[in-house]
């Protein structure tokens, strides 16, 4: 676990492969279908999601699950993060937020026996307008991994959401997301955390077995962010 400072240079090439793709308007985003195969989904054309990326989820749940308790996720996906999360018996109760109506049928359908014991639930629409109809410190952990929407948005669609987790989140609660960063926190990243409240900041380096090929991640590392409300 590090808590250390890193001004790693922005990485051009993850971005370019972004905007060659292009951003259309949020609807649009959810009028594309959702295109599933066993190791990806891809809407708009974006790889959204990689099945290569299952060992950094399950870290990302192992954090967002350590005080158990309620667990708030944004963004289903191919449903791996969640599937780690409801296999930790310390949770109690999981809700998710997904905005996108092909992901969030499937979500329905693989929560489906958690839904009918209670013990998950499924919010559709953008976590933007979805999280002001939460109560403030209702969760005990938030794992969040959405995906960026528009150009401004590549690589830090996780900042905007800071001051609502700090809200969510219970004392002693525990935040983690995609991190979008390979060594360490930029400054700018951390001045987002600090200006959110979070003080309590820390972050373990991932391993990863990031392919050749992949259009949005090009380092073998990514860092776990370990953030808890004071
Ligand atoms: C990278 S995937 C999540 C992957 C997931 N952690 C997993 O393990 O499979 C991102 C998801 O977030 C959704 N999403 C993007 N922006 C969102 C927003 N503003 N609110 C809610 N969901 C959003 C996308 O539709 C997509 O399903």
Redesign the pocket.
């Known amino acids: 676990m590090k808590t250390d400072v890193n001004d790693s240079p922005a990485m051009p090439a993850t971005v370019r492969t972004r905007l060659d793709i292009g951003f259309g308007t949020r609807e649009q ?1 959810c009028l594309a279908p959702a295109t599933f195969t066993d190791e990806t ?1 891809k ?1 708009a054309g974006h790889p ?2 990689e099945r290569w ?1 299952g060992s950094y ?1 399950g870290r990302l749940a192992g954090i967002a699950s350590a005080a158990g308790g309620s667990v708030l996720e ?9 599937t780690a999360l409801l296999a930790d018996e310390r949770v109690k109760s999981y809700t998710v ?4 109506p092909g ?1 969030a049928t499937r979500a329905l359908a693989m929560l489906d026996a958690e839904m009918a014991r209670m013990r998950a639930r499924l919010m559709v629409g ?3 307008e979805v999280t002001p109809l939460l109560a403030a410190a209702s969760f005990d952990g938030i794992l969040f ?3 960026p ?1 528009t150009e401004a948005d590549i690589h830090q669609n996780h900042f905007a959401f800071f001051p609502e987790a700090f809200r969510l989140l219970r004392s002693g609660g525990f935040l983690t997301y ?1 991190s979008d960063e390979a060594t360490g926190f930029s400054r700018e990243h951390l001045d987002r955390l600090w200006g959110a409240g979070f003080t309590d900041v820390k972050f373990d380096v991932c391993e990863l077995d990031t392919p050749a090929d992949c259009e949005y991640w090009m380092s073998d590392t990514m860092i776990a962010p370990i953030v808890r409300k004071p």
Not at 97 to 100: N, R, T
């Open positions: 985003w989904l809407i959204v999601m990326e989820m944004v963004g289903f996906g191919m449903g791996i993060s969640a937020i997904e905005c996108h992901v953008f976590w933007e991994d959405t995906y929407l995609y």
